[in-house]
């Protein structure tokens, strides 16, 4: 099978700090990429790299054949993104708020207003849709935004942090929602530094630290490698070094005076 | 400044109103359609983005509506007030007509003071306007060309732009149609909206400048001091210029014939008009008319065809960047206490230890690092500088020499003394505002007994950083040039100014530093509201006035108004928590 997104040797400079140093990616269609790693370690980058928001990168990012560069905006219109931060036109509706996303798709107005209708209701905020969404709890928005993400059906969704403010019904019905979109064969890249949702529910888990691939492979695959523990110490233990344990130490220690 | 002449981009007529005016502009602006799609824009996304932003600055409350809008329901009036306001300023270009002997000198003197000021309001409101973040979330990542936003984004200030163009250009059209004939104030309008055009492109440019320059994350920071500045000038040249123009001079002055002339854009359209309207086609006129029109229209071409995709791309760095490079700290580096050894001092000074003494640090390096608070305070130091040479330039009698005689130095000294609360007026008004204002939790969570301590520590921050520096100053200058006499009045003065400002803060103070979302044009009215509370010290000042020759009695006072300070500092130390408006949410 070809895969739907090719990186290869990706770098990535802002000024003199290098936040990618030669990543290399094969992700193929219908998988859940986990993608973790400590802060800074370049995920936000890699993101924006993929979306296409930045393009002054080193090396070859390739999306379901079109080279990255070249045909930016064709590769735009396949992916669906959920950024981190909750960022939203708030004193819009949430129905204004998506139709205008949907334009900028281009999709079809009516087609647009119908799915708007169904994906908001099956979130249950079919009673808010003409309401301004600054008053919308940080949940809401959050739902705003999936159903943004996902309005023009892309092959490839890449949420940052997507279960953020969202409480625990809505986070049973977004890893469902996971999985179902997954098994439809679309692409998910899931960025989070919630070890344990990671660990459900991708099929494969790219970890980098310094803008440096450091494991990739499946949570099976990783703990053969790294031991049968949890991601979480899988990561501790490959990302951290050993004063992580001796941290909570001398943070108990510090009272000692 | 100019948010407050204009009130800002939010006012808005109300709902069916200003969905006809914006209906209008959109469609307007969307008119030469087919010369967009030529350019690589996608027409269908232009309007989308468009109408959006249209729609969300329908939206964008402003103070006056959302303090009446509790008592009764939409308001149109500010609007109105806005409009009116910049029909003012328009009416005030119209000195220009008494400024030469021709309608080329009348006219370059309008084109730049029309020029100048729209580049003033556009400074201050493209932050707002061109630098939406979101964007960068929302926009960027949709299938839409770099061209369509530019463009978007250009046709979204023209339409804002206009809404303030429109009813200041008016009172120079119905002039010039007047004083002329209906043709000259049609070359006039035409002349107005290639000007407008220069304008954009000359803040356009200047930004594009700046984030070339600079890197973004200091972009904001670097607009915010221009717009300090800006503000500062504006507000000098329209209180000195005219007091320096003598008229006699004036009249008879014609700029036609100066060569250096021609590097200033106002006079192509002046002389453009010239041409134009008297059908006067002789070759300097046709030159002005050719880079009048000509000029204009490729900048902007350049602006969305060349500048328009670096400028994204730098733009959408603004935010994103900067935050992922900064959670990674310096590794290895120990840092010092960053605060100063005299703030210490002045702290230990002027504080009790404990919360009053943390609050006075805190809030003197948060006036010293908040944007917000600099945007807002700052501009009162060159208010205040310009306020103070202003007499030199008014009355020729007026200098070092009249300084120096004894009767009209208490006078000017004591006067400077109040007037120069003006800054720590401003500096206590906006202290208890931020765009931060959810980290007031600190205060809450903290076992704090009586908040008042905190409030004056904020108080007495204020007092140290923004007042205590003028008053020496002054003083210095009063002792050096009127002798030593005048201390116990200086003395007095500085006392009374405490008290003042410590029962203002007693008084309408109800909210912890740094603790309250501020409305995004709230500070509209704080440049006025300045200067009304002048009015307290300026009575003061008058009271004073009459009792400065006498010395015991001014020692009398100076104990009575220390005595009134230290009560007042102390009820302001036991303000309760139940009379503190900020709430912990």
Known sequence: MEPIITVKNLWKNYGSKQVLKGIDLSIYPGQVIGYIGPNGAGKSTTVKILCGLISDYEGYVSIKGMDLKKDTLAVKSIIGYVPELAELYDVLTPMEFLTFMAELYNLDTVIAEERIIKMMTAFGLENNIHQRMDTFSKGMRQKVLITSGLLHNPDIIILDEPLSGLDANSVIIIKELISRLARDGKTIFYCSHMMDVVEKVSDRIVLIDNGVVIANGSFEELQQQQGNQSLEKIFAGLTGNDSMNNAADALRSAFEN | MFKSLFGSKENRPSKPRRNIINRFFLNAVLLPSSLYKRMGVNVSHLKSILHTKLLMDDRRPNT?????????????????????????????????????????????????????????????????????????????????????????????????????????????????????????????????????????????????????????????????????????????????????????????????????????????????????????????????????????????????????????????????????????????????????????????????????????????????????????????????????????????????????????????????????????????????????????????????????????????????????????LVSTAAIILAGPELLPNLLLGLFNEVLICSLITYITVKELPFSMQQSNNAKSGSFIKGLFMLIIPAMVALLHFLIYKFTPVVYIFIVLSAVATWLTLGSINNIGWNKILSKAD
């Open chain 2, 64 to 472: 006056i509506q959302q303090t009446r809008a509790k008592k009764d329901g939409n308001i149109t009036g500010a609007t109105l007030g806005t409009m009116l306001i910049s029909a003012l300023m328009g009416a005030f270009f119209l000195v220009s007509f008494f400024a030469g002997k021709d309608y080329v000198t009348h006219l370059t003197i309008y084109f730049s003071m029309y020029i100048f000021l729209l580049a003033s309001s556009l400074i201050s409101d493209f932050t707002s306007v061109l630098i939406d973040i979101r964007d960068n979330y929302i926009i960027l990542p949709k299938p839409v060309t770099d061209r369509t936003v530019v463009t978007a984004r250009l046709l979204h200030i023209i339409i804002h732009v206009s809404k303030i163009v429109l009813p200041m250009s008016l009172p120079g059209i119905i002039y010039m149609a007047f004083k002329t004939n209906p043709w000259g104030s049609i070359v006039f309008m035409i002349m107005l909206i290639f000007s407008s055009l220069l304008t954009i492109f000359i803040i356009n440019a200047l930004y594009i400048f700046i984030l070339r320059v600079t890197t973004p994350q200091k972009f904001q920071s670097i607009i915010s001091y221009f717009q300090i500045f800006f503000a500062v000038f504006l507000y000098g040249s329209y209180q000195i210029v005219p007091r320096m123009i003598d008229r006699a001079n004036l009249e008879g002055y014609s700029i036609t014939g100066n060569k250096w002339a021609w590097s200033a854009p106002p006079y192509w359209f002046a002389t453009a008009w010239q041409g134009l309207s008297k059908f006067d086609f002789e070759a300097a006129n046709i030159a002005a008319i050719a880079l009048s029109i000509v000029f204009p229209l490729a900048s902007i071409y350049v602006v969305i065809k060349y500048f328009a995709p670096s400028f994204n791309q730098k733009l959408s760095l603004i935010n994103s960047s900067n935050a992922e490079q900064e959670s990674v700290p310096v590794k290895g580096k120990r840092m010092g206490s960053t605060t100063p050894a005299y703030v210490k001092m002045m702290a230990e000074w002027f504080s009790k230890k404990g919360a009053e003494r943390m609050a006075f640090l805190f809030c003197w390096k948060m006036t010293s690092r908040s944007k917000d608070f600099k945007l807002k305070v700052y501009p009162a130091i060159g208010y205040m500088i310009v306020i103070l040479v202003l007499p030199f330039f008014t009355k020729r009698n007026f200098n070092l020499d009249r300084i120096k005689d004894a009767d009209a130095a208490p006078f000017i000294f004591i006067g400077f003394i109040y007037f120069s609360s003006f800054l720590v007026m401003q500096a206590i008004a906006q202290m208890s505002y931020s765009e931060k204002f959810k980290a007031a939790w600190i205060y809450f969570i903290t076992p704090v007994k009586a908040p008042g301590q905190i409030i004056s520590g904020a108080l007495k921050a204020a007092m140290a950083k923004f007042y205590i520096p003028i008053v020496i």
